[in-house]
């Protein structure tokens, strides 16, 4: 970052300018996203804070997941009743949607 000054020196200068730094200990980090999340594992924090506002560094393998949405049993029936389809149709229509109901009512009565 800075060539020439050794980490000593740096620390140094990170101290006079109010800026403090810590490692945080922690086998992974989970980002949750709308959609997705996304998992550090295993992750290195470094937690600094400069002018009372706090700063994060995550280093990390990362992978991406994506969220399941949760298909109630409600759901399947409402989709069942109103496309005249079969509980199995409806809860597969409701899986390729992500539970959308309004898009697996679509895709079933096309």
Do not use: C, Y
């Not at 990170?14 to 989970?30: L, P, S």
């Not at 990362?62 to 199995?88: F, P």
């Amino acid at each position: 970052m800075f060539g020439g000054i050794n980490p000593g020196q740096m620390k140094a200068m990170m101290k006079q300018m109010g800026i403090k730094q810590e490692e945080i200990q922690a086998d992974r980090v989970i980002i949750e996203k709308s959609d997705s999340r996304i998992i550090i594992e295993p992750a290195n924090i470094i937690k600094m804070t400069m002018q009372g506002q706090d700063n994060w560094q995550i280093t990390g393998e990362a992978r991406e997941e994506t969220k399941k949405t949760e298909i109630t049993e409600d759901d399947v029936n409402m989709v069942a009743n109103k496309t005249g389809k079969t509980i199995k149709e409806a809860k597969h229509a409701l899986e390729m949607s992500n539970g959308d109901i309004a898009e697996a009512i679509m895709s079933l009565s096309e």
